[in-house]
């Protein structure tokens, strides 16, 4: 059986099902506020979590892209990748330099070649080369060539 990856936040659970606006009235927003806060838990699933979350709502504030930026900066290379993606889908160029050091790494993950499909420029072309080689992970290797394909031809692409 495999376990299922949650938030310890009751708070953060609760959006997940749906429960929690995030915007339309001004308990909403007071959620988007307490969510934006949780960026900065001390428990990594929390922390995870909330940057995913924030990343995925369809919302551009300047809060919501100074949590996301502060977040690339989190010592999980998860948390990273999340807010690395969610600037890409808001500001292709604000994302081009964090893209660009994620793929510097030595490993990557799934929101980082999102995020390069999203942000589309040539100069990742290069970056994204070092990890095309093909593995035992055909979605992996699959999503790499879709981004690979974005970058070449400059068309922002959602994988």
Known sequence: MTEIYEPSSEFLRAITSGDVPLSGSSWAESNLC??????????????????????QADLDTSDVREALLQATEDDDENVRAEAIWGLAKRDRELALPLVHRALSAGSVTVPIIEAAALVAHSSLVADLLRFSAPSDRAYLDELIQAALTACQTGQSTAL
């Open 34 to 55: 307490r969510l934006v806060a949780m960026t900065h838990d001390a428990d990594r699933s929390n922390r995870d979590w909330a940057t995913f979350l924030l990343s």
